[in-house]
C-alpha cells in the first residue's frame, strides 16, 4: 500500500452529507446527537428519510437524544478491508440501541475501552470527536 | 392463505440440468467463459441443445457476465425471457424460484439459471477501496457516510455483526463454531470437486486460524473460488422425458428487509414459508444444504428451522447429528460454502439435485427423497423432491 502525503490532519473517510442527512451532522457539529423523529406518531429511525416507517407520514423533524444508550453488537476487525484504516488494526466497530428508541441502531466505534471488554448490554454514552476542522464525529465510549 | 396459493407452483417444475465449471483459485477464464461453460455444460446435463431455452434467469453484483450476453453467445432464441438482478439481497433459491414461477405461468418453457463469478482471482463481493489511500481524504456519501466512517467495510463484518448478538443471549464463543467448520470439511473429503478435498481439518486448525472480523476466523468463513454453476428449470411434464430424474420443485421461500428480533437469521421468516409452501415438515428432510457462507450462519438457521434448540446448534452438530449417515438430517454432504467453494450458494441447490438424483456418489445420503436447500443468511430457500 502506498499513501500518498495528505494535507489533512485526519485522513479516514469523513461523512459527505446529502439534504436527507444534513440535519444530522448540522447537530453534530454543534455537538448534539438527533434523530428523525415522525411528529405523527413519534416513532424515531434512523438513518434519516423522508417517511415514517411504521405510519408513512411526511412530517418528520430532528429531534435530541441524550445520547446514551447499549452496545446491541460489535465486531473486531483483525484484516484490513478498508485501507485507510490499516494503522488502527485491531479495531472495534459497534452497533448502539438508543435508550430512547432501541430499535435505532447507531454504527459507530467504542473508545477508552479494550476491545476484548467490549460486551453486548454494555452501557455507553455519545461522545463527539472533532476529528479536523470542521468535521465532528460521533463515537461512544463506556459509561463510567 | 399464501401457503394455499402456492399449491399453484408445488411440483409444477423440475430442475433437469445442473452444469459445473471446476472451482479453482484461479480459473485463468472470463467470467462470461464461466457462464457459457456452466450453461453449456447444464444444457448438456439435461439432454437439451440451446434452441430449446427461451428463458435465462440470474443474479450478480457487477461481477459476473450479463445475461443478453450470455443468452445471445449460447444462442438461445430470439424473444426470450430475462430476469436478472444487479442488486444485494438475492440468492438463488429465489432466482430459481423465478425461473419455476415462470415456467410455471407459461412466461417460458426451459428457463436457464446461472450465476459465475470470478470470486477467487477478481472482483471479490464487496470489493472495493484500492491499494492506496488517496490523497487528502476520502468521503463516504449515502449509507456509508454512517458506517464506512468507522471502518466497517467488507460482507463478512456484516455477518460477524449479525452473529454477535445471538452468541451473547447462549453465551457461545469461537471455539463453538468450530464444529460447523470441521463437520463441513469432513464432508468435503469425500466430494472430488471440494476444493479442500485431501485437506481435512481439526478443531485445533480452526482455532488456530487466524482472526478475520471478531467472532469469525479465517475457517469460520466460506471458501471463495472462481466458478459457475448453472440449472435448467422447465415443466414437470417435458421433465419425465429427459437424461435424468427430474427433480420437482415444491416450495420456494423468501424473507427480505429487517429479521425477525425472535429469531437468529431470515431463517425465522423464510422456514415456515418454505415449509408451507412445500407443504412438508421438517421431518421430511432428507438433506438439508443449509447456506453456510459462515458458520455461525449455518447455526442460526439450524435453530431457525427447529433442528437445535436456541443456542444448541453446535451441541448437535458434535453430537453427529448433521451427519451423511446415522444423523437427524444430512446437512451439506458436498463440504457446504466452507469446504466445498462459495459460489455464493448456487451448489448448496446443485448438491441437493445431484443426492435426489442419486447421482452424489461416496457421500450419496441413502433414501434422500426431499431436501432443502437455502441462501446466505437463511433469506431464501428451496425444497426439491424427486
Same mark, same amino acid.
Given at each position: 500500500?502506498?499513501?500518498?502525503?495528505?494535507?489533512?490532519?485526519?485522513?479516514?473517510?469523513?461523512?459527505?452529507?446529502?439534504?436527507?442527512?444534513?440535519?444530522?451532522?448540522?447537530?453534530?457539529?454543534?455537538?448534539?446527537?438527533?434523530?428523525?423523529?415522525?411528529?405523527?406518531?413519534?416513532?424515531?429511525?434512523?438513518?434519516?428519510?423522508?417517511?415514517?416507517?411504521?405510519?408513512?407520514?411526511?412530517?418528520?423533524?430532528?429531534?435530541?437524544?441524550?445520547?446514551?444508550?447499549?452496545?446491541?453488537?460489535?465486531?473486531?476487525?483483525?484484516?484490513?478491508?478498508?485501507?485507510?484504516?490499516?494503522?488502527?488494526?485491531?479495531?472495534?466497530?459497534?452497533?448502539?440501541?438508543?435508550?430512547?428508541?432501541?430499535?435505532?441502531?447507531?454504527?459507530?466505534?467504542?473508545?477508552?475501552?479494550?476491545?476484548?471488554?467490549?460486551?453486548?448490554?454494555?452501557?455507553?454514552?455519545?461522545?463527539?470527536?472533532?476529528?479536523?476542522?470542521?468535521?465532528?464525529?460521533?463515537?461512544?465510549?463506556?459509561?463510567? | 392463505?399464501?401457503?394455499?396459493?402456492?399449491?399453484?407452483?408445488?411440483?409444477?417444475?423440475?430442475?433437469?440440468?445442473?452444469?459445473?465449471? @471446476?472451482?479453482?483459485?484461479?480459473?485463468?477464464?472470463?467470467?462470461?467463459?464461466?457462464?457459457?461453460?456452466?450453461? !453449456? #455444460?447444464?444444457?448438456? @446435463?439435461?439432454?437439451?441443445?440451446?434452441?430449446?431455452?427461451?428463458?435465462?434467469?440470474?443474479?450478480?453484483?457487477?461481477?459476473?457476465?450479463?445475461?443478453?450476453?450470455?443468452?445471445?453467445?449460447?444462442?438461445?432464441?430470439?424473444? /426470450?425471457?430475462?430476469?436478472?438482478? #444487479?442488486? %444485494?439481497?438475492?440468492?438463488?433459491?429465489?432466482?430459481?424460484?423465478?425461473?419455476?414461477?415462470?415456467?410455471?405461468?407459461? *412466461?417460458?418453457?426451459?428457463?436457464?439459471?446461472?450465476?459465475?463469478? #470470478? +470470486?477467487?482471482?477478481?472482483?471479490?463481493?464487496?470489493? $472495493? %477501496?484500492?491499494? &492506496?489511500?488517496?490523497?487528502?481524504?476520502?468521503?463516504?456519501?449515502?449509507? +456509508?457516510?454512517?458506517? $464506512?466512517?468507522? %471502518?466497517?467495510?467488507?460482507?463478512?463484518?456484516?455477518?460477524? *455483526?449479525?452473529?454477535?448478538?445471538?452468541?451473547?443471549?447462549?453465551?457461545?464463543?469461537?471455539?463453538?463454531?468450530?464444529?460447523?467448520?470441521?463437520?463441513?470439511?469432513?464432508?468435503?473429503?469425500?466430494?472430488?470437486?471440494?476444493? &479442500?478435498?485431501?485437506?481435512? *481439518?481439526?478443531?485445533?486448525?480452526?482455532?488456530?486460524?487466524?482472526?478475520?472480523?471478531?467472532?469469525?476466523?479465517?475457517?469460520?468463513?466460506?471458501?471463495?473460488?472462481?466458478?459457475?454453476?448453472?440449472?435448467?428449470?422447465?415443466?414437470?411434464?417435458?421433465? !419425465? @422425458?429427459? !437424461?435424468?430424474?427430474?427433480?420437482?420443485?415444491?416450495?420456494?421461500?423468501?424473507?427480505?428487509?429487517?429479521?425477525?428480533?425472535?429469531?437468529?437469521?431470515?431463517?425465522?421468516?423464510?422456514?415456515?414459508?418454505?415449509?408451507?409452501?412445500? @407443504?412438508?415438515?421438517?421431518?421430511?428432510?432428507?438433506?438439508?444444504?443449509?447456506?453456510?457462507?459462515?458458520?455461525?450462519?449455518?447455526?442460526?438457521?439450524?435453530?431457525?428451522?427447529?433442528?437445535?434448540?436456541?443456542?444448541?446448534? $453446535?451441541?448437535?452438530?458434535?453430537?453427529?447429528?448433521?451427519?451423511?449417515?446415522?444423523?437427524?438430517?444430512?446437512? #451439506?454432504?458436498?463440504?457446504?460454502?466452507?469446504?466445498?467453494?462459495?459460489? /455464493?450458494?448456487?451448489?448448496?441447490?446443485?448438491?441437493?439435485?445431484?443426492?435426489?438424483?442419486?447421482?452424489?456418489?461416496?457421500?450419496?445420503?441413502?433414501?434422500?427423497?426431499?431436501?432443502?436447500? &437455502?441462501?446466505?443468511?437463511?433469506?431464501?430457500?428451496?425444497?426439491?423432491?424427486?
Amino acid at each position: 500500500m502506498t499513501s500518498e502525503p495528505s494535507e489533512y490532519r485526519y485522513t479516514k473517510p469523513v461523512p459527505e452529507p446529502d439534504e436527507e442527512t444534513e440535519p444530522f451532522w448540522t447537530a453534530v457539529q454543534r455537538h448534539e446527537l438527533v434523530t428523525p423523529r415522525c411528529q405523527e406518531c413519534g416513532r424515531r429511525f434512523f438513518p434519516p428519510r423522508p417517511m415514517c416507517p411504521d405510519c408513512n407520514s411526511l412530517d418528520i423533524a430532528f429531534e435530541p437524544v441524550s445520547g446514551r444508550g447499549q452496545v446491541h453488537s460489535f465486531v473486531v476487525f483483525h484484516q484490513v478491508f478498508h485501507p485507510a484504516f490499516r494503522d488502527d488494526l485491531p479495531y472495534n466497530v459497534v452497533q448502539i440501541a438508543l435508550e430512547e428508541e432501541p430499535r435505532v441502531h447507531l454504527t459507530s466505534n467504542v473508545v477508552e475501552c479494550e476491545n476484548d471488554d467490549i460486551a453486548v448490554g454494555m452501557a455507553v454514552e455519545v461522545f463527539f470527536d472533532d476529528v479536523d476542522d470542521g468535521v465532528t464525529i460521533p463515537r461512544f465510549r463506556p459509561v463510567t | 392463505m399464501a401457503g394455499e396459493r402456492a399449491a399453484a407452483l408445488r411440483d409444477q417444475t423440475a430442475i433437469v440440468g445442473v452444469g459445473l465449471t @471446476d472451482f479453482s483459485e484461479r480459473s485463468g477464464k472470463t467470467v462470461l467463459e464461466l457462464a457459457l461453460e456452466a450453461g !453449456k #455444460n447444464a444444457i448438456d @446435463d439435461a439432454g437439451l441443445t440451446n434452441t430449446d431455452i427461451d428463458g435465462v434467469v440470474c443474479y450478480m453484483y457487477s461481477d459476473s457476465a450479463a445475461p443478453g450476453q450470455v443468452a445471445s453467445t449460447l444462442g438461445i432464441g430470439e424473444g /426470450h425471457l430475462s430476469l436478472h438482478s #444487479n442488486s %444485494g439481497g438475492d440468492s438463488p433459491p429465489q432466482v430459481t424460484g423465478w425461473a419455476a414461477m415462470a415456467v410455471a405461468t407459461g *412466461m417460458a418453457d426451459t428457463v436457464l439459471v446461472y450465476r459465475a463469478l #470470478n +470470486g477467487r482471482s477478481g472482483m471479490r463481493i464487496g470489493g $472495493s %477501496g484500492g491499494p &492506496t489511500v488517496p490523497a487528502g481524504r476520502p468521503t463516504a456519501s449515502g449509507e +456509508g457516510q454512517f458506517t $464506512s466512517i468507522y %471502518g466497517m467495510a467488507g460482507p463478512i463484518a456484516n455477518y460477524a *455483526m449479525l452473529a454477535r448478538p445471538h452468541m451473547a443471549k447462549y453465551g457461545l464463543t469461537n471455539a463453538d463454531l468450530a464444529p460447523v467448520a470441521v463437520m463441513m470439511r469432513e464432508h468435503a473429503q469425500l466430494n472430488p470437486r471440494a476444493i &479442500t478435498y485431501g485437506k481435512p *481439518m481439526t478443531i485445533e486448525d480452526h482455532q488456530n486460524s487466524r482472526m478475520i472480523v471478531d467472532p469469525y476466523r479465517l475457517f469460520d468463513c466460506c471458501f471463495e473460488v472462481d466458478g459457475g454453476v448453472a440449472f435448467i428449470v422447465t415443466t414437470a411434464e417435458r421433465a !419425465k @422425458d429427459l !437424461k435424468h430424474p427430474p427433480v420437482y420443485i415444491r416450495g420456494v421461500g423468501y424473507s427480505s428487509g429487517a429479521l425477525d428480533p425472535d429469531g437468529a437469521t431470515y431463517a425465522k421468516t423464510t422456514a415456515p414459508r418454505v415449509l408451507a409452501a412445500a @407443504d412438508v415438515e421438517l421431518g421430511d428432510i432428507d438433506v438439508a444444504c443449509i447456506s453456510d457462507d459462515y458458520t455461525w450462519t449455518f447455526l442460526g438457521q439450524l435453530e431457525d428451522y427447529g433442528w437445535a434448540g436456541g443456542g444448541e446448534g $453446535s451441541a448437535w452438530v458434535s453430537e453427529g447429528r448433521g451427519k451423511i449417515e446415522g444423523g437427524d438430517v444430512a446437512c #451439506n454432504p458436498h463440504g457446504g460454502q466452507l469446504s466445498e467453494a462459495f459460489v /455464493h450458494d448456487m451448489n448448496q441447490i446443485s448438491e441437493a439435485v445431484f443426492q435426489l438424483r442419486g447421482e452424489a456418489g461416496d457421500r450419496q445420503v441413502a433414501g434422500a427423497e426431499v431436501a432443502l436447500a &437455502t441462501g446466505t443468511a437463511g433469506r431464501s430457500a428451496i425444497i426439491l423432491r424427486r
